[in-house]
Every structure is written in C-alpha cells, then in structure tokens.
C-alpha cells in the first residue's frame, strides 16, 4: 500500500514539474523572449486568402518559424484581448520575438499607414483606382508614374527585362497587400510594386522549365507578357500550368494565340466571349489578328501565373475553353474545341 502512495506521490511530483516546465517555457515565449542580435528578419504578410482570421494568422506564423505553438499563441491573443484586431498587411518581424511583441505589431493600427490590396489581373488604370481611393495620389500622378514617360524606365528591373520603350509599366507592378505612409506619392507605391515584382520573378525563373520559351528566345519582357494572358484566362495554378503549355504550342508553330481577354483589353470590356466585331480591330493586341505575343503585358500576373510561365506542362492541346460553371476543357484539334463549345458555351 506504502509502495502505492509513493508511486501515485512520485507521478505527481512528476507531473508537477513537467508542468510548471511548460509553464515556464510559455510564459517566456509569451511575454519575456527577445530576438536575438542576429536574428533574421521575416517579411510576413497578412491578407485576405486567410481572411485575417486568428487561427489562420497563427498557421501562417508557426509555417514561417515565428511561434513555436499555434495553441498557446492562441492563449496568448486570448489573454491580450487582440483575437479580433489583426490588420491586413506586410509587417516586419523577426525570428525569437515573443508572442505579445507580435501580437502588438499585427495588431497595430496606425494612423499614418494605410493598407491597400491588389489583386490579380487587374490593369494599371484599375490599379491606379485602388490606389487614389487610399491616398492622395491623383490620376495624372499615376499615369505619370505608370506611363510610357515613367522615370521607372530606368528601374534595374524595367532595363534587364528589356522593356519596349513604347508601353508603359503595365505587368511590371506586382499585385499585393502593402502598407504604406498617408503621405506616400504616386512614385512610392509604383517603385515598391516594381521592387516586389523584381523579387516574384526571381523567386518564379528558378529551374526554368521552359524550353520552347528559350528556344523562341523569349525576354524576360515576353515572360510578363504571357504571364499576364495566362493570369486572365483561367485561376488554378494547375490550371495555369497546362494552358501555359497550351500557348507555347500555338507559339512555336507560329499560330495566333486567339485569347479574349487581349481584346477586352482593347475594348476595356470583360466579356468571356468577345463580339465579332470587336474580333476585327486592327490592333497589335488582337491576338486572333495578329500572330505572337502582343507589344506589352495585358494584367498585372500574380505568383501563380508567373510560376506556370517558366514550368509549364507539357501537352499535346492545342486549345481550351472555359465553361459557363468554371471547368475548363482541353482539345487537341479544332474540331473537338468547336464541340466542346457548343456543348459548354450558351
């Protein structure tokens, strides 16, 4: 019985120690740890795919190697009160900051910064939108910015991606959450949007696949270019991939890449199914008119559309179709595409 009390005394002890270990282990990655002098920092961006939701937050935090535990980062927002003021944004942070340092930085709502989202897809005057209804940036600043005459021309970037000199910056600002100062001009907001693209691209090149793009010696002006069409065709990544490939088929024979979002770009529009009228305007961005890519990119290409454009799969399509529900179909002759559209397209 003695031999009894003593183990059920000793497991106690145990369990007492062990718990007041990860007390102690909690309260300091909690309240009391600090980066260290070295540590690196972390650019970490809050946006809408997680829907700024905590628990998303807190996924996206142990991912990046800032906390250690979702749950007691959970606890610690819980007992802070800030579950439900995390801000949309870029923040920098560091690796070793405690989880109160954190929460204070995501949770910050300060009056001098304003957090503006680009998506995908959008042009530069949509861009220029978004922009002017978050700062005092007006439509003449931004064209001058964005423009055929942008004093970005000589942004590192715009030179080594060779850049026509007769189009403007459009495709070269990266679609994004960014915060930025009250007080930041139209050339703030373009040059970080040129800087993050700078860095998309590089991260996206890596290991490039594409050897029929070599082959037709794409620059990395053409990349944007075919980047920003396939960005405004179809959403999945996976999807994304195998229509890339679908174009560098039509290129390499040298056949028209007959894409309606390139017309609508010239019309403005957004129809999923252009008119035939429109079909007939004489214009180097009419790709059923004319052959090869057009002068310059038609959307600002997000991560995705600019992955799929080095890495494209390899297929034997020649044509695709996006249906009325969002499915996409593949064909490999003219034939099979003109069912598929009857089929899918009313």
Known sequence: MFRNIA???????LLF????????NQVNQIYLRTPKADAVPVVFTIDESIGGTFAGVASKLKEAGLIQNTFWFR??????????????G???LKSGMNYQSILSAITSTNVNEVSVTIPEGLSIKQMGEIVASKLSVSKADWEKA???????????FVIAAQKPDSVDLEGYLFPDTYRFFKTATAE??????????ALKYADAVKDNENTEAKKLGF?????????SIVEKEVRLPTTMKVVSGIFMNRL??????????????????????VSYADLQIDSPYNTYKYRGLPPGPISAPGANALFAVFHPTETEYMYFLTTDAGDVRYSKTLEQHNEYKAMYLR
Do not use: W
């Open 90 to 92: 870029t923040f920098d």
């Open 75 to 88: 606890v610690a927002g819980e007992l802070s009160g800030k579950t439900n003021d995390i801000q949309l």
């Open 146 to 156: 964005t423009g055929v005459h942008s004093t970005f021309e000589g942004h590192p």
């Open 7 to 13: 183990r059920c005394i000793t497991a106690f002890a």
């Open 188 to 197: 703030d907001v373009v040059k970080k949007m040129i800087d993050t693209m």
């Open 219 to 227: 620059t990395p002006h053409d990349y944007l270019v075919l980047a």
């Open 252 to 273: 390499s024979i040298n056949m028209a890449l007959q894409v309606d979002s390139s017309v609508n770009y010239i019309t403005g529009g957004d129809d999923p199914s």
């Open 17 to 24: 120690i062990i718990g007041l270990v990860v007390t102690v």
